[in-house]
């Protein structure tokens, strides 16, 4: 399942990153890498951004960006 299909309050297991480097790398600063567990903690409407809480950092990810990482709903 992938990231843009959770809601608030869902939490997950990130199973992979299926981006480009540039974007992989950003995301890994803040600690979205493989094996992590995030939280929804907020989404617009029509899922265009998204925040997520993972390791106790709040990051904003646009709708594109959240399609490609694939989860495990916990």
Do not use: P
Not at 48 to 66: K, N, P, S
């Amino acid at each position: 399942m992938k990231l843009l299909e959770l809601h608030k309050g869902d939490r997950a297991l990130i199973k992979k990153v299926d981006t480009d480097e540039a974007l992989k790398t950003r995301l890994a600063s803040f600690g979205v890498v493989r094996g992590s567990e995030l939280t929804v903690e907020a989404c617009s409407i029509g899922k265009q951004t998204m925040e997520i809480l993972v390791d106790g950092t709040l990051i904003g990810l646009r709708g594109e960006e959240a399609e490609k990482i694939e989860v495990e709903k916990l």
